[in-house]
């Protein structure tokens, strides 16, 4: 009987050997932003302006009530810029150890102040959504009209000398629809709950843009004056807003 010879499919054996955690929480998150990317038809812009190394601060505006920007834009930086972000994610996510578990596995780190200035201090890319939930569960009629910042990334930003890289996505709007927002904080603070229209993704055209970094040409020290602060924030927040607008005109219709 003729032998049979050849080598076995090495990838096949590769996954197979994988441990059980490895699988779960970078293999299968890592094939199924893939799809989505796909899905999205996702172009990203700006990719040069996140640092190869040392402390930096992503800022993106936060939209979609599922959030799936937070993952997307994750698998973005660690995919095309080679870093893997620390993201600055709500409380709820670390409420129990059910959420709170995966949510360590796959970077994610409860937004705190004190947090994510450890994180910078440690020179890792940090990501922060200065609007918090107030973007992503802003009702669509409020579509890209960027809520008002937060300024502790400012703050954070100015201890630790780390640039700041204001970033736009486009797209996650139109990808889950929300009809209203309820505030339910008389019962837990930070409570706000989505009524969404759809729960399966719509297929609109995603865009990722990565501004130039904004260096603060200003000492630790500045950190303490709140009205310097609050300038900061505000002019990052106008210059998001601008680029949201020009990329808004630039694609025309959000599903072709």
Same mark, same amino acid.
């Given at each position: 009987?003729k032998?049979?010879? !050849?080598?076995p499919?090495?990838k *096949?054996?590769?996954?197979l ?13 890592r094939?199924?932003?893939?799809? @989505?990317?796909k899905?999205f038809?996702?172009e990203?812009? !700006? *990719?040069e ?5 040392g402390a930096?601060l992503?800022?993106?505006?936060? /939209? !979609?009530?599922?959030g ?6 994750s698998?973005i930086?660690?995919?095309?810029a ?13 409420? /129990?150890?059910?959420t709170a ?5 796959? !970077?994610f780190?409860?937004?705190? #102040?004190e947090n994510?200035?450890?994180a910078?201090?440690k020179k890792? @890319?940090?990501?922060?959504f200065?609007e918090?939930?107030?973007?992503? #569960? ?5 579509m890209?009209q960027l809520?008002?910042f937060?300024?502790g990334f400012v ?13 736009v ?5 139109e990808?889950?629809?929300?009809l /209203?927002?309820?505030k339910?904080t ?6 706000? *709950?989505?009524?969404p229209l759809?729960?399966?993704?719509l297929?609109a055209?995603?865009?990722i843009k990565f501004?130039e970094?904004?260096? @603060?040409?200003y000492h630790?020290?500045a950190?303490d004056d ?17 680029? @949201? ?7 025309? /219709?959000?599903?072709l």
């Amino acid at each position: 009987m003729k032998k049979i010879s !050849g080598k076995p499919n090495e990838k *096949i054996f590769g996954l197979l050997s994988l441990d059980r955690e490895t699988l779960i929480y970078r293999v299968l998150p890592r094939f199924l932003m893939e799809i @989505l990317r796909k899905y999205f038809r996702l172009e990203v812009e !700006g *990719i040069e302006n996140i640092p190869k190394h040392g402390a930096a601060l992503i800022t993106p505006n936060h /939209s !979609g009530y599922s959030g799936f920007d937070v993952f997307v834009l994750s698998h973005i930086l660690s995919r095309d810029a080679r870093r893997i972000p620390r993201v600055l994610a709500h409380y709820f996510w670390f409420l /129990s150890k059910t959420t709170a578990i995966p949510a360590k596995k796959v !970077g994610f780190t409860e937004a705190t #102040f004190e947090n994510g200035l450890s994180a910078l201090k440690k020179k890792n @890319l940090v990501v922060i959504f200065p609007e918090g939930e107030h973007g992503n #569960f802003k009702p669509s009629s409020q579509m890209y009209q960027l809520q008002e910042f937060r300024r502790g990334f400012v703050r954070m930003a100015l201890l630790t000398g780390s640039p700041i890289i204001p970033t736009v996505i486009v797209g996650a709007e139109e990808t889950h629809i929300n009809l /209203s927002t309820l505030k339910l904080t008389k019962f837990l603070r930070g409570l706000v *709950i989505p009524l969404p229209l759809n729960v399966i993704p719509l297929p609109a055209k995603w865009r990722i843009k990565f501004l130039e970094p904004i260096h @603060l040409p200003y000492h630790a020290e500045a950190a303490d004056d709140p009205e310097l602060v609050h300038e900061i924030a505000n002019d990052v927040q106008e210059k998001m807003q601008a680029a @949201l607008k020009k990329e808004l005109r630039k694609r025309g /219709s959000a599903y072709l």
